[in-house]
């Protein structure tokens, strides 16, 4: 992972501890360019799962992501 979407997870995180507690979990989308789009699904204990998609929809990959 590059050093700019480590900036970007640690944003979403910070954003998500400043929200209300109750909710389950987040979700955000990111456009990194026009042949993918990248969800981030942060989850209550911080820990975040990227979920990357082909607009082909040939593929999908996800990876959690370690802080």
Same mark, same amino acid.
């Given at each position: 992972?590059?050093?700019?979407?480590?900036?970007?997870?640690? =944003?979403? #995180? *910070?954003?998500?501890?400043?929200?209300?507690?109750?909710?389950?979990?987040?979700?955000?989308?990111?456009?990194? @360019? =026009?042949? #993918? *789009?990248?969800?981030?699904?942060?989850?209550?204990?911080?820990?975040?799962?990227?979920?990357?998609?082909?607009? @082909?929809?040939?593929?999908?990959?996800?990876?959690?992501?370690?802080?």
């Amino acid at each position: 992972m590059t050093s700019k979407e480590e900036r970007k997870v640690l =944003a979403i #995180q *910070k954003k998500k501890k400043r929200k209300n507690k109750k909710k389950v979990c987040a979700l955000y989308f990111s456009s990194t @360019d =026009a042949a #993918q *789009k990248t969800a981030y699904l942060v989850l209550p204990a911080g820990n975040v799962i990227s979920i990357t998609l082909d607009n @082909d929809r040939t593929y999908m990959k996800w990876e959690a992501i370690q802080l």
